[in-house]
């Protein structure tokens, strides 16, 4: 045994059932109450307030409302992950399957085009977990602008069901988790925002359903 396992077993006996009960008193919330209907109003609510670029569109619309977004964004090249969808890849704009490309060739695209895991109403957030049409990690700290397609049955109310989901994922498939409320931003201490700081300056959410 090494002395950090030694350490945090003692750690865990000290403990003992008063680390639950501690998890327990707080009456924390694992399970949300709203329909599907307000659950994606307040997602998209809060999303928004973050000053993102939010879009509710159709299914079958995905292409068309990429490309409106591009448009509105001056993006004419969009690297995306190796396996997005085709039906969402919308004509006339160039897009670049990422095959490991450098962060210097990664800044020199307009921006990237990615699904996600999943995202949570009650705080506003995307959840990217490198799985299917999301790609690596690199392809959404890099690029200015971050368009990312959203389907409403991806949206769950609240954080803890968000782990409940995570777990598995993280837990046998070692991937990666990767947080985005809204356009990369931070402030000084005198409160100047300045974004695009440590990530996208633009983020464009399609709500799809």
């Given amino acids: 045994m090494s002395s950090r396992e030694l350490v945090l077993g003692r750690i865990r006996e000290a403990l003992g059932d008063r680390r639950a009960a501690a998890v327990a008193a707080h009456g924390y919330r694992a399970a949300g109450t709203l329909d599907p209907?307000?659950?994606v109003s307040l997602f998209a609510e809060r999303v928004d307030d973050y000053r993102a670029d939010v879009r509710?569109?159709?299914t079958g619309a995905i292409a068309e409302a990429v490309a409106a977004a591009c448009?509105?964004?001056d993006a004419a090249r969009l690297v995306v992950p190796a396996d997005l969808p085709s039906a969402w890849r919308p004509a006339?704009?160039?897009l670049v399957e990422d095959a490991g490309a450098t962060p210097r060739e990664l800044d020199g695209v307009d921006g990237v085009l990615t699904a996600c895991t999943l995202a949570i109403a009650e705080t506003g957030t995307i959840?990217?977990?490198a799985g299917p049409g999301e790609g690596r990690r690199a392809l959404t700290l890099v690029?200015?602008?971050h368009i990312c397609v959203v389907a409403e049955t991806q949206i769950v109310?609240?954080?803890p069901e968000a782990f409940a989901r995570l777990a598995p994922l993280v837990r046998d498939g070692?991937?990666?988790v990767t947080f985005i409320s809204g356009p990369s931003a931070t402030s000084d201490i005198e409160l100047s925002r300045v974004e695009g700081v440590h990530g996208p300056r633009r983020l464009v959410v399609l709500i799809a359903g």
Avoid: K, S
Wanted: no cysteine.
């Fill in 143 to 145: 690029p200015d602008l």
């Fill in 71 to 73: 448009t509105a964004n």
């Fill in 127 to 129: 959840v990217l977990t």
């Fill in 174 to 176: 070692g991937r990666p």
């Fill in 56 to 58: 509710r569109v159709a």
């Fill in 92 to 94: 006339g704009i160039e």
């Fill in 157 to 159: 109310e609240l954080v």
């Fill in 37 to 39: 209907a307000a659950r």
